[in-house]
């Protein structure tokens, strides 16, 4: 069982920037691929971000080249840097850990970040 816990929302300008952080609990953070997805009102969850246990990436087209995702395994977190934010960045994010053997998979609580001028 894993625990995950974001934090790190807020509200910002647009160009402005945020780091998300998640931090996970309850063993064996290393071997799971983890992401962040979000959610915006009126809109399906979309995945934003993921990175592998080995530290491949991979963004959803409307981030890339502005938000970074990592992880530190020692540390039990994984970031998302979010840069140049633009208002259609708001919704409520949230960070995901799946485990591709076991197929299991658990959600942290959510955090918003809301971009206006």
């Known amino acids: 069982q894993v625990q995950l816990v974001a934090s790190g929302g807020g509200f910002v300008q647009p160009g402005g920037s945020l780091r998300l952080s998640c931090a996970a609990s309850g063993g064996g953070f290393s071997r799971y691929t983890t992401r962040w997805y979000r959610q915006a009102p009126g809109k399906q969850r979309e995945l934003v971000a993921g990175i592998t246990r080995g530290g491949s990436t991979n963004y959803v087209d409307s981030v890339k080249g502005r938000f970074t995702i990592s992880r530190d395994n020692a540390d039990n977190t994984m970031y998302l840097q979010m840069n140049s934010l633009k208002p259609e960045d708001t919704a409520v994010y949230y960070c995901?850990?799946?485990?591709?053997?076991?197929?299991?998979?658990?959600w942290g609580q959510g955090t918003q970040v809301t971009v206006s001028s």
């Open positions: 995901n850990a799946f485990h591709p053997l076991l197929r299991s998979e658990y």
